[in-house]
């Protein structure tokens, strides 16, 4: 068994679900792998169960610093619903199984085998190579105890100006070539309430109150009619480029996108425009009572760039007047890094290298990851990468948070040779 697959069925069997995430399990787990590497290695935990762990090699000195970014929490799993224990790490069919084997302590210990195998071999880079196993990724919400909480503690020891997280490593086939996505850009997640007012009243008179609620259905159906003002950004932009080797009028994008491959369809259409969709509501907590108040809780997503501002004039335009008023919840991501960057000229030299005829080519992704706080305190150029050649991009999309997670060996190996790459590819860079 490689030191890969080894380390990571460890880490799938220190159990870390978020909540209550006891990190530091993993953390510990990883110091002493590193240890044995002669890697130096600091626990940093606002709480002691929770602990980030940051290793690095030293740089010579006049070089830029990587930083390989992970978290080692997981979502929850339900045992009745895996065909394995999801805590098991096992290894079959050329899969490790388990919670957390492809989001993500998969990358986890393929960084952590990168840094401790370029120790062994005396490696030294000019900047710093940094490995952060961070804490609490999965939740986001409310106390901060990862890599938020790192960068304004501890500042120093994170910053970087390049890093690898998750987001992205698909490879989908396209007219015959395979193109590996890389994420360079995230949209942001700005949820917003729509508090609508009426007139409290017994359920038994209804002509006598004023139902919020009633007045809110209108609202929600105004809202699933949203209408698309789609743009096309820089990594929209570079993605056609390269795909269809040409930047379709704005309006043809989707279409010609179906026409060539359905999945690129899917894949840019939320990335033309921002996008609003009603998922809770609160009314009345009694049936006999009319709402006099109702909340309309909805996700919503900018394009990295965008505005509260500019999003809220766009919805209230299109809801138009009422008796009703929007709130906006706390936002996150929504940030981009360059497309043209020497870690840019890394992921695509290994993607040619490791597939001939293969190319690498940017997304933004619909989601968010960590990887928007060091964009946003240090300027981090900060890509999502793990490649995947073996398990197809669809099961895996479905495996993430859900049942039978598991990730290939291959994929793995793939992953780490990636990550050994971009750091001696990095590493050689002088100031
Ligand atoms: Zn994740």
Redo the contacts with the bound molecule.
């Keep these: 068994m490689s030191e890969v697959v080894e380390l990571l069925r460890r880490l799938i069997q220190t159990d870390t679900v978020n909540p209550p995430g006891n990190e530091t399990r993993a953390a510990e787990l990883l110091r002493e792998y590193l240890g044995d590497s002669g890697v130096r290695c600091e626990l940093y935990g606002k709480t002691p169960e929770r602990a980030n762990l940051v290793a690095r090699i030293p740089g010579r000195g006049g070089g830029p610093r990587l930083l390989l970014l992970s ?1 080692t929490d997981t979502v929850l799993a339900d045992p009745e619903e895996w065909s394995v224990d999801p805590w098991s790490g096992e290894v079959k069919d050329g899969h490790v199984w388990g919670r957390g084997a492809l ?2 302590k998969g990358q986890v210990a393929a960084s952590a085998v990168a840094i401790a195998s370029l120790a062994r071999e005396g490696f030294e880079p000019a900047g710093d190579l940094i490995f952060a196993a961070c804490a609490d ?2 939740v986001g919400e409310g106390e901060q105890f990862g890599l938020p909480w790192l960068v304004d503690e501890h500042p120093d020891v994170i910053e970087a100006e390049y890093s690898v997280n ?1 987001g992205a490593g698909d490879r989908i086939v396209i007219g015959g070539t395979p193109y590996y996505f890389c994420s360079t850009a995230e949209k942001m997640s700005s949820p917003f309430t729509l508090r609508v007012r009426g007139r409290s009243g017994h359920g038994s008179m209804p002509g006598i109150a004023d139902n919020a609620l009633v007045k809110a259905a209108k609202l929600i159906e105004r809202l699933a009619e949203f209408p698309v003002e789609p743009e096309v950004g820089p990594e929209v932009e570079a993605l056609l480029q390269e795909v269809l080797g040409q930047v379709p009028p704005i309006d043809e994008v989707v279409e010609l996108a179906r026409a060539v491959a359905p999945g690129v369809a899917e894949m840019v259409e939320p990335l033309l425009s921002m996008t609003v969709a009603p998922t809770m509501i609160k009314a009345s907590d009694k049936r006999n009572v009319i709402p006099g108040v109702c909340e309309v809780t909805v996700d919503c997503r900018l394009l990295p760039g965008q505005t509260q501002q500019e999003a809220e004039e766009l919805v209230l335009d299109h809801l138009g007047e009422g008796d009703y008023e929007l709130e906006w919840g706390r936002a996150y991501g929504g940030t981009r890094s360059p497309l043209q960057s020497p870690l840019w000229n890394a992921v695509s030299a290994f993607v040619e290298r490791s597939e001939p005829g293969a190319r690498a080519v940017p997304i933004c992704v619909a989601g968010f ?1 960590d990887s928007h706080w060091i964009r946003e305190r240090f300027g981090t150029v900060a890509y999502g990468f793990f490649p995947m050649r073996s398990m197809d991009p669809e099961l895996a999309a479905r495996l993430i948070h859900s049942a039978d997670e598991r990730v290939a060996v291959d994929d793995l190996e793939l992953g780490l040779e990636f990550l050994r790459h971009a750091a001696t590819t990095i590493g050689q860079l002088v100031d």
């Design positions: 978290h989001d993500m990724e999965e998750e990851t």
